[in-house]
């Protein structure tokens, strides 16, 4: 039977989605220890400059991913994770073309991601589609855990 998988802005404060952010959470935490983990909790995903997606199939909740807007027009990639369940569906792929539409269509010119260095499949999803390793930016220090990426939209 083929899946019909879509991808739509929605709230995270859902039961699905929230499931899917604490195995986020938790896959993160057993990779990296906790002063390497930046992920946003459930509040700040519900900010008005946050643009939250959610991947279903039916009712059933496959992948998440955000963007938040910062006011030089750069976004941040933040708490993109597909199910286990999910792989290899091209997923991933999918969440990122719609993060980067949905960038454009804000005006955003410039998308930066943190990543961690232990997620081989997620860097090369990014390498993929044209980010590139840049020093930290915003807030972030220096970590060997983390790699950080961007991609620019428009010049």
């Known amino acids: 039977m083929q899946r019909e998988i879509v991808i739509g802005r929605e709230p995270p404060r859902q039961e699905g989605v929230i499931r899917l952010l604490e195995l986020s959470s938790a ?3 057993s990779l990296y220890p906790a002063e ?3 992920m946003l909790p ?3 995903l519900e900010e008005a400059n946050v643009s939250f997606f959610v991947a279903r199939d039916g009712e059933d909740v496959l ?3 955000s963007i938040v807007c ?3 027009q750069s976004g941040e990639i933040k708490r993109m994770f597909v199910d286990d369940k999910a792989r290899g569906l091209k997923l991933g ?3 990122l073309d719609t993060l980067e539409a949905e960038a454009l269509r804000l005006g955003v010119g410039v998308l930066r991601l943190e990543t961690g260095i232990y997620q ?7 390498r993929k589609a044209g980010y590139v390793e840049i020093e930290p930016f915003g807030s972030y220090k220096p970590d060997p855990l983390s790699l950080f990426m961007e991609k ?3 010049d």
Request: proline residues 4%; neutral net charge.
């Open 70 to 72: 910062y006011a030089d």
């Open 27 to 29: 896959y993160a935490a």
């Open 42 to 44: 459930l509040e700040d």
């Open 152 to 154: 620019r939209l428009k």
């Open 63 to 65: 992948g998440c991913a």
């Open 36 to 38: 390497s983990n930046h």
């Open 120 to 126: 081989p499949e997620a860097i090369g999803l990014y």
């Open 93 to 95: 792929k999918r969440l």
